[in-house]
């Protein structure tokens, strides 16, 4: 079946480095868009990044230049390096399956997430 799972998420300072991993098996890895949200109590699931199957990288405005994804298919593995950390990217970051057609920045579009990974960020 299906797996994703997250990991290297933790505490760190504002201004610091973070670099999350997710782990996919059960499906034909290096066929699939991948993307990472995050969430916050109360909030609905945001968009982050996603890196489609050709390696092309989306991102959204708030991490623009800042988060980096990427992908090694011979590992099945998508990683999303985190760079000059904020508070406001404190959050329950997940990683997720991307298979239908309403756009890369909506969570419907995604089939199958992990358990996710906190991040939290103090100044």
């Known amino acids: 079946q299906v797996q994703l799972e997250e990991s290297g998420g933790g505490l760190v300072q504002a201004g610091g480095s973070l670099r999350l991993s997710c782990a996919a098996s059960g499906f034909t890895f290096r066929s699939y868009a991948m993307g990472w949200f995050r969430q916050t109590p109360g909030k609905e699931r945001e968009f982050v990044a996603t890196v489609r199957s050709d390696a092309n990288e989306y991102y959204a405005g708030s991490v623009k230049g800042r988060f980096t994804i990427s992908r090694d298919n011979a590992k099945n593995t998508v990683y999303l390096q985190m760079n000059s950390l904020k508070p406001e990217d404190t959050a329950l970051y997940y990683c997720?399956?991307?298979?239908?057609?309403?756009?890369?920045?909506?969570?419907?579009?995604?089939?199958?997430w992990g358990q996710g990974t906190q991040v939290t960020v103090f100044s």
């Open positions: 997720g399956r991307y298979t239908h057609s309403f756009g890369y920045t909506r969570a419907e579009s995604y089939d199958y």
